[in-house]
């Protein structure tokens, strides 16, 4: 007995230690509130832009993304036809907020 709780209690600790790395603050789906654009966060660290607002650039853009420091971050955006992605640095305001170049992005519950 003393031993399952003790392995319950070791099991408890590592699940709020891996909850609480940066990585794991990002992935989700979050939402522009702007221009109802969202992006998803894939614990693999790529991700897929959902846009409508631009016609001249496709509808679902891939991207892999990187932290840089505790809140931030940047991702690479694989834009068909580019020789090489285009970059962009963010940062993790709160929880539920994120900031990318100028937008902000709220995560969905």
């Known amino acids: 007995m003393r031993s399952a709780i003790t392995s319950l209690a070791i099991l408890l600790c590592l699940s709020v230690f891996a909850c609480s790395k940066p990585e794991s603050k990002l992935v989700g789906t979050w939402i522009n509130e ?24 496709p509808a679902d853009l ?3 993304w990187t932290v840089l420091g505790d ?10 036809g580019d020789p090489a992605p285009a970059t962009a640095e963010g940062s993790l305001e709160r929880s539920d907020t994120l900031v990318l170049q100028n937008d902000t992005f709220r995560k969905m519950k």
Do not use: C, L
């Not at 221009?35 to 016609?55: C, L, P, Y």
């Open 62 to 64: 891939a991207f892999k």
């Open 71 to 80: 809140k931030q971050f940047r991702v690479e955006v694989t834009v068909p």
């Open 34 to 57: 702007k221009t109802s654009s969202s992006m998803e966060f894939n614990s693999d660290k790529t991700g897929v832009i959902h846009q409508r607002t631009q016609a001249d650039i």
